[in-house]
C-alpha cells in the first residue's frame, strides 16, 4: 500500500528556516510529479512547490519563490522542501503528496494527485 510520510515541522521565528521531509513507499514510479500543498482550517489547499519525476524539473508558487527549495534524493523515495526566510503567513498543516500520472498543466492542482501524507505542522511566529 502506498504511503507518504511527512516530517521536520516545528515552531520558527519569522525568518527562520526548516526543512521537510516526505518517504514515500510500497511504489516506485518515474513519471508524474512529487508535491508540496498546505492548508489552514477553512481555507482551500494551496499548492506551494513540486518536482517532476522525470528531469527532476521544479515548480513553485509565487508566495514561495526565492525561499524554498523542492528537491529529491537519487532514489527518488523522499521529497524535500527546504524553507528559508520563513513568514508568518506560512503557517499551514503541510503535505507532501504523489501523482503518478501527473502533467504539467496540472501539476499545482491538488486533485491531480493520487496520494497524500497526513500533514506537518509549520507554525512561524510573528
Known amino acids: 500500500q502506498v504511503q507518504l510520510v511527512e516530517s521536520g515541522g516545528g515552531l520558527v521565528q519569522t525568518g527562520g528556516s526548516l526543512t521537510l521531509s516526505c518517504v514515500l513507499s510500497?511504489?516506485?514510479?518515474?513519471?508524474?510529479?512529487m508535491g508540496w500543498f498546505r492548508q489552514n482550517p477553512g481555507d482551500k489547499r494551496e499548492f506551494v512547490a513540486a518536482i517532476r519525476r522525470s528531469g527532476d524539473y521544479t515548480y513553485y508558487a509565487d508566495s514561495v519563490k526565492g525561499r524554498f527549495t523542492v528537491a529529491t534524493n537519487k532514489a527518488r523515495n523522499t521529497v524535500y522542501l527546504q524553507m528559508n526566510s520563513l513568514k508568518p503567513e506560512d503557517t499551514a498543516v503541510y503535505y507532501c503528496?504523489?501523482?503518478?500520472?501527473?502533467?504539467?498543466?496540472?501539476?499545482?492542482?491538488?486533485?491531480?494527485?493520487?496520494?497524500w501524507g497526513q500533514g506537518t505542522q509549520v507554525t512561524v511566529s510573528s
Open positions: 510500497g511504489r516506485t514510479f518515474s513519471s508524474g510529479a
Open positions: 503528496a504523489a501523482g503518478f500520472t501527473t502533467i504539467l498543466s496540472t501539476i499545482r492542482i491538488p486533485s491531480a494527485y493520487n496520494y
